[in-house]
């Protein structure tokens, strides 16, 4: 078509059209608008445009036979329309597309919608990006020198294209969500639950793309329409007794049937209204299922996947900047300056609030989790969208019970489910039961829950409740890597800690006592999160306090002495045995013996059991090149202060002179040659290194080996 269609031209035609063309050639006039359409979008001012626009309005409001046949194409020919910059000419194609949704064919408009939704596009042209980047290193390559400024004005130009992009993705994926909004209650189907599937698929795809392009605060706009078409699309679930199967595991009784009337049946019938059908109980509760399931799912994506960037005061950048050893260089890769995931901090909150109540602060100080919770309270929406969708879920009737069953069952992978999956479609459930919970999403709302519901009586024990959840998503699941995850688990260990049943139903193998603890330990040691390492030490710690044989807590110190790869593990339960032999050794305080006299840990026989592990052959540690003993002794820094530390107060406690075997000659004798002696040799000859902040620390290695000395002359001469 040649430029010479003005606007008057163009409304004739479509007028015109639209009284002369017979009803049932409806494909012809559909045919008419798209090219009108298309032309005045790429060609028109966006004041003719809206002109244009304006009319095709009046025509479907004076033509319902013609709105009604030709709506279903309208909507993607309308979507270009919402990237104009006019405020009128966006209003009224958005006003068109929703009346596309309440004068079109229900269904035939709802697969339109949900078409469109699927191709929305939120990821700027990658391929386009890869030529022009190639082209820039072949120039490069035959200059010799790239142009930094032109290439940092290229890269601003595509940030602003990208923002353009999504904005644009935005204002669609709204008027898309609204006209599904619309044409939902329209759509009469004798199995809605089919519709709303499909709804619920599609939605979640927009979800799964969104959370990949979009920052966080868009990710948020995106959730809470989608939540509102949760709100609309949910089915009102029978109230009373019926309104969920009773549970035979737990004791309930189904309800009885209805007294028989002496009423006549007849007179009955007339009188009253026709009982809902089981069918369509059966329905409803499979539509409320489709919407939890959905539901879950969001919730785990949005979590675990959605970008954050980094800003002095987040989370995220304090993690890093641990992590890089207190700095970031967040222009030295592009991804540095992001990362993915949303932790609630349910772990923390509790910590704070009840564990460690008016404890859990440094007097006069700012430390890294004191950072951390600023910048979570400064998250407030996130948390909000966390409570809404828990609100969901509870109105769609999701229990607490149900959400411990998921978290709690252990599923062992199938080699043969992805080749199935693969080669057979997966059929459209037919009842509640058949469709699952997303595993990680009821993980995150049962913590929420339990968070905000004070008043639930919390039973469960670490055995088995507790190993299964954390063998579950810590063990069989990815979870170690996911802060979310571990901030949820965390918050369950916690709580069944400070008011569920406590350790509980103990195993009698001490190995599988000792997996449990270690899964904690390793979160301990690697975790970026400097909260998130502190609570899983103390949680490793408290049920190491509360198991009652001293001989399981003495294997737990051994084995990571001898086994553990990770020095700040050794360092802790070096303090672990101190504080073990301090409450051993300490006298009770009505009299002056120790207030455990039989324990293992005040007397000769932990150090005994322990003493190859505690005090290791330094000289065999250090027996390679200078380069390689100099690496060695830095990694065992951590350790061989805090045994040295030890050993110092042993010898000088009078409470453990006499109690430990410290003072044993041939004890003495051994840690001196194996541990102290080769131990001042390395310091002395790494005495000049200076390497960030090493030096200082030798010093203080140093000084704890002259005490040691200094003690020793004066208890053991």
């Not at 939890?292 to 959605?306: D, K």
């Not at 992978?413 to 039961?433: F, G, I, L, R, Y």
């Not at 061989?640 to 003495?668: E, I, M």
Request: with cysteine; aromatic share 6%.
């Amino acid at each position: 078509m040649e430029r010479t269609v003005t606007i008057d031209k163009a409304i004739n035609a479509i007028k015109t059209a639209a009284d002369e063309i017979p009803a049932e050639d409806f494909i012809s006039y559909s045919t008419i608008l798209d090219v009108h359409l298309s032309y005045a979008h790429e060609f028109f001012s966006e004041e003719d445009q809206n002109s244009l626009l304006e009319t095709l309005a009046d025509i479907l409001n004076t033509h319902e036979d013609l709105a009604r046949d030709i709506s279903w194409d309208l909507v993607s020919v309308l979507l270009p329309f919402l990237e104009s910059s006019a405020a009128t000419t966006l209003q009224t194609a958005e006003s068109l597309i929703a009346s596309t949704a309440t004068k079109g064919n229900p269904k035939e408009v709802f697969i339109k919608v949900l078409e469109s939704l699927s191709s929305l596009s939120w990821a700027p042209n990658l391929s386009h990006k890869e030529d022009e980047e190639d082209e820039d290193e072949d120039k490069a390559a035959h200059s010799g020198d790239e142009d930094e400024e032109k290439v940092a004005s290229e890269e601003e130009e595509e940030e602003e294209e990208d923002k353009e992009l999504h904005k644009h993705s935005l204002k669609k994926f709204h008027a898309l969500l609204s006209a599904l909004s619309i044409v939902h209650p329209r759509i009469g189907a004798k199995c809605p639950s089919r519709f709303l599937s499909t709804e619920l698929t599609t939605l979640l795809g927009v979800v799964m793309k969104s959370v990949q392009w979009l920052e966080r605060e868009e990710v948020d706009g995106v959730l809470r329409a989608i939540l509102e078409f949760v709100e609309l699309a949910k089915p009102e679930l029978p109230r009373g007794p019926q309104s969920r199967k009773p549970s035979v595991a737990q004791g309930e009784r189904p309800p009885l049937p209805p007294r028989t009337s002496t009423v006549d049946a007849t007179t009955a019938a007339a009188t009253t209204p026709a009982a809902t059908p089981a069918k369509d109980d059966k329905e409803l509760f499979l539509q409320a299922r489709l919407l939890v399931s959905f539901l879950t799912h969001i919730l785990e994506i949005y979590l675990l996947r959605t970008r954050t960037r980094y800003n002095k005061t987040s989370v995220e950048y304090v993690e890093k900047a641990h992590s890089h050893g207190g700095h970031t260089h967040p222009n030295e890769d592009e991804d540095e300056d992001e990362s993915r995931g949303l932790v609630l901090g349910w772990a923390g909150d509790y910590d704070e609030k009840v564990t460690r109540l008016g404890k859990s602060k440094v007097p006069g100080g700012q430390t890294l989790i004191d950072d951390e919770r600023e910048a979570r309270a400064g998250r407030r929406d996130v948390k909000q969208i966390v409570e809404e969708i828990s609100a969901l879920c509870d109105g769609l009737g999701l229990k607490i019970e149900e959400l411990l069953k998921i978290v709690e069952t252990i599923d062992e992978p199938s080699e043969n489910h992805d080749e199935e999956q693969e080669h057979h479609d997966v059929p459209a459930p037919s009842t509640a039961d058949e469709v699952p919970l997303s595993k990680i999403g009821s993980l995150f709302l049962l913590a929420e829950k339990l968070s905000s519901q004070s008043l639930y009586e919390f039973t469960a024990g670490i055995f088995p409740e507790h190993q299964k959840i954390s063998r579950n998503y810590l063990i069989l699941g990815p979870g170690q890597s996911q802060p979310p995850v571990i901030d949820a688990v965390l918050y369950l260990g916690a709580l069944i800690l400070h008011e569920g049943a406590g350790l509980n139903e103990i195993p009698l193998q001490i190995e599988e006592f000792l997996i449990y603890l270690q899964t904690f330990a390793a979160i301990s040691a690697t975790a970026t999160s400097p909260q998130i390492r502190f609570l899983a030490n103390a949680h490793v710690v408290t049920c190491l306090k509360k198991h009652p044989d001293e001989a399981v807590r003495l294997a737990y110190i051994k084995d990571t002495l001898e086994h553990c790869p990770f020095e700040s593990l050794k360092e802790r339960v070096v303090v672990f045995l101190k504080d073990e032999i301090i409450a051993a050794t300490s006298p009770s305080p009505a009299s002056s013996e120790p207030s455990t006299p039989s324990s293992i840990f005040g007397s000769s026989l932990a150090l005994q059991e322990l003493s190859s592990a505690l005090f290791p052959d330094v000289a065999e540690l250090l027996s390679g090149s200078d380069q390689q003993n100099w690496s060695a002794l830095k990694n065992a820094y951590p350790t061989f202060v805090a045994t040295a530390n030890l050993y110092y107060f042993l010898l000088k406690s009078p409470a453990t002179q006499g109690r430990v075997g410290v003072c044993d000659k041939k004890h003495v004798d051994r840690v001196e040659e194996k541990f102290l002696a080769p131990l001042r040799k390395a310091v002395d000859d790494f005495k000049g290194v200076e390497e960030a902040g090493m030096g200082f620390e030798m010093e203080i290695l140093k000084e704890v080996l002259e005490r040691i000395g200094e003690v020793k002359k004066s208890v053991l001469n």
